[in-house]
T-cell receptor
Framework: QKEVEQNSGPLSVPEGAIASLNCTYSDRGSQSFFWYRQYSGKSPELIMSIYSNGDKEDGRFTAQLNKASQYVSLLIRDSQPSDSATYLCAVTSSAGGGADGLTFGKGTHLIIQP | DGGITQSPKYLFRKEGQNVTLSCEQNLNHDAMYWYRQDPGQGLRLIYYSQIVNDFQKGDIAEGYSVSREKKESFPLTVTSAQKNPTAFYLC?????????????FGEGSRLTVL
């Protein structure tokens, strides 16, 4: 059974600080990794994707991947109140390579305190 | 603008009734997916289709049915056999060629059983 684990939170971070979100996955053959942001009552929107070990930066967001440890993280610098949302970690399966959909974690609820 | 359109956004159903949720995309994507989300939970895969006239069961297919008669359309029927149908239903699509696994989501349909 493919599993993606996240701390459900809530994770409370002061405005302007760095928010750090973590995710582990069980399928060692997973190749693609995604972070989606979901506001309450809305659908998920993609904010970061990462495919190789190391860091990938996009604006205030940095995704980190360590395939040996089966660990993915998302850092949000200079956190803003608008970053308050649930962040979903998602991975592809080794069997389907993405064509059979993504496996999602339950999400981490992030609260940015003004 | 290209995107995924789900309808209706909100739907109420009496127990014992079948309901059909619509999903239409104009992204020219080959693959389409249905996910279910319960409060405080991640997304769970119901069905997916990689090509017209073909579809596969996901992790929680019992009580649901789908069809894929056109590339653009992937309707989901929630049957009376589904024991706990109240949930947020999300339709998604992705490319097959050069597929990294990235999913594009519609705005969702919220089904409530009275």
């Amino acid at each position: 059974q493919k599993e993606v684990e996240q701390n459900s939170g809530p994770l409370s971070v002061p405005e302007g600080a760095i928010a750090s979100l973590n995710c582990t996955y069980s399928d060692r053959g997973s190749q693609s990794f995604f972070w989606y942001r979901q506001y309450s009552g809305k659908s998920p929107e993609l904010i970061m994707s990462i495919y190789s070990n190391g860091d990938k930066e996009d604006g205030r967001f940095t995704a980190q991947l360590n395939k040996a440890s089966q660990y993915v993280s998302l850092l949000i610098r200079d956190s803003q109140p608008s970053d308050s949302a649930t962040y979903l970690c998602a991975v592809t399966s080794s069997a389907g390579g993405g064509a059979d959909g993504l496996t999602f974690g339950k999400g981490t609820h992030l609260i940015i305190q003004p | 603008d290209g995107g995924i359109t789900q309808s209706p956004k909100y739907l109420f159903r009496k127990e014992g009734q079948n309901v059909t949720l619509s999903c239409e995309q104009n992204l020219n994507h080959d693959a389409m997916y249905w996910y279910r989300q319960d409060p405080g939970q991640g997304l769970r895969l119901i069905y997916y289709s990689q090509i017209v006239n073909d579809f596969q069961k996901g992790d929680i297919a019992e009580g649901y049915s789908v069809s894929r008669e056109k590339k653009e359309s992937f309707p989901l029927t929630v049957t009376s056999a589904q024991k706990n149908p109240t949930a947020f239903y999300l339709c998604a699509s992705s490319r097959m060629q050069g597929n990294t696994g990235e999913l594009f989501f519609g705005e969702g349909s919220r089904l409530t059983v009275l």
